[in-house]
């Protein structure tokens, strides 16, 4: 069995990005996820700062995240995402956060996104797109 | 059937909330989502500033978002809290997000807590809290 | 001698806000300042939104923060903002950030913009931005 | 004449951080400078974390930015960070935020800090720190 064609990014945690709690907040996995998303996008070929570009935003309709461990500042994590669904109007995407040290696992998470065209109305993902993803090297 | 104990807020979108879609960035929300909750707790009776003084703290295990429709700039919204779940060690929350001129729906969401006291261990959700949340009359 | 036109707003201060200093983050106060200059516009009848929909930008070009006091979780603050100088391209304003409860400072500053058009070229702050702003009744 | 000793750190512009006018965020160059400066004293062998684990923080006190060049999503941009002023109670840290692509500058700034200990009291500078501030090699 393969794994899907994933994409990794290492980032250490910003003071800004910590809570008064002494963790990192949990709204910033979300941002963190959005990071590996892009780095995903820009590994396949097909960067999303071009897709916007050309006129297709992916927006996002549904996340989630569970959290395992806290993140701490300065801890450097790692982050990754790969394709977990993939339609013609939607795909979906996966994530993983793992301490850098030892592996761990920070946070899981997915997101579901839908393409529209810059008026917001629904489009089809973009066939260079489906065609990226689909054929991206699993391991 | 009742609706259980619900606390609602108003607010407006701010600039900084925005990204280059022209819209709420999507890790927003969940931010929108806290300050309900903090609203909940306070009209509860017990604000969360001071169970956490106290010492103990509602760790985020998990978060769920679905987005409806885009939230613009400087629109007034409204956030709503209400309990879905109460355990002896978690709590789940629910939220909605709506239009405050239409009250259309803009998202919603859940999160789920455990209770860990300073030191990060899971402890029960505090008596305090469960008695207060279970007594809460709902319309 | 007379005050100028001045907006406030009060809002408290979200968990999201705080760092691990159990503060809320410096950073914060640049965003919180911008909501004063938003309020400003609209107390003003030129609410920034419409500003932008007629194709023009107040680009920030400089922000300065001095911090006297920290602000707490879920303290409530007023924010307000004055217009400090007004030239045919540039508009300064100024801030101060206060407790609700007994009106002493949290922090002051500024910030400097020029108007831009669409494709960031420096125009000329529009002509019913600057009437209203020398129109506006000081106190 | 020589430069000060210097830190610098490369990153990716988040989508995040962007508004809805297309660009990164005013607020968030202040964070930028707070990454720079914990890369600062982390290569110093004084990092922030270890300073306020002993007890002691470095509260923010002023920040200044001007801006230059806007920064885009997925830009890569270098924020670098030296000490422009020491004294027995408050430092004083230098910002330059540069596109990669070709040094352009994208804003500089400053930050003043004095260091308290954990009851928020006015402490001096501790003395490990000014020493390795001084005696870090400029070039």
């Not at 980032?11 to 990071?35: C, I, K, L, P």
Request: with cysteine; glycine share 6%; hydrophobic share 40%.
């Amino acid at each position: 069995v393969t794994r899907p064609f994933t994409s990794s990014l290492p980032f250490n945690v910003r003071y800004a990005e910590t809570d008064q709690m002494g963790v990192a907040h949990h709204s910033q996995h979300v941002v963190w996820f959005e990071m590996a998303r892009v780095q995903y996008m820009k590994d396949l070929g097909a960067p999303y700062s071009e897709v916007e570009k050309a006129g297709v935003y992916l927006v996002v309709t549904s996340v989630g995240v569970r959290y395992r461990r806290p993140a701490y500042f300065d801890e450097e994590l790692v982050v990754s995402c790969w394709v977990e669904d993939l339609r013609s109007r939607m795909v979906r995407f996966a994530y993983s956060l793992e301490r850098a040290a030892d592996g761990s696992l920070v946070a899981e998470g997915h997101s579901e996104h839908i393409a529209t065209d810059r008026s917001r109305r629904t489009v089809a993902i973009p066939q260079y797109l489906r065609a990226a993803i689909e054929s991206a090297p699993g391991t």
